[in-house]
């Protein structure tokens, strides 16, 4: 059975840094890419950054590039996201989500994705 679990969020002053992970369990993690999804209140899903399976991939969008930082560790079976100069619109419940079949690289598109953690969230203030 696979688990995805997400861990390392919180409260942080505007201008801070928070570090989330993701240990998966029950999969071949370096069959798998993995990415970051967002979803504040009143709000759909959003993709924010993916990792191909062999790490050498990632996709970011807009608004995370040059203050996010996907990594994967597949000896922990963990992915990463360093965020950095945390905005208040960055406050979400985000989500990791591993995609076992396809490309080899991260889609965009929730659809794609086979399995999900349960959310952690995270809370900026202003």
């Known amino acids: 059975q696979v688990h995805l679990v997400e861990s390392g969020g919180g409260l942080v002053q505007a201008g801070g840094s928070l570090r989330l992970s993701c240990v998966a369990s029950g999969v071949t993690f370096s069959r798998n890419v993995m990415a970051w999804f967002r979803q504040s209140p009143g709000k759909e899903r959003e993709f924010v950054v993916g990792i191909g399976r062999s790490g050498g991939y990632t996709d970011y969008v807009d608004s995370a590039k040059g203050r996010f930082i996907i990594s994967r560790d597949t000896a922990k079976n963990t992915v990463y996201l360093q965020m950095n100069s945390l905005r208040p619109e960055d406050t979400a419940v985000y989500y990791c989500?591993?995609?076992?079949?396809?490309?080899?690289?991260?889609?965009?598109?929730?659809?794609?994705?086979?399995?999900w953690g349960p959310g952690t969230q995270v809370t900026v203030s202003s």
């Open positions: 989500a591993a995609k076992t079949g396809g490309r080899s690289w991260p889609s965009r598109g929730i659809s794609e994705y086979d399995y």
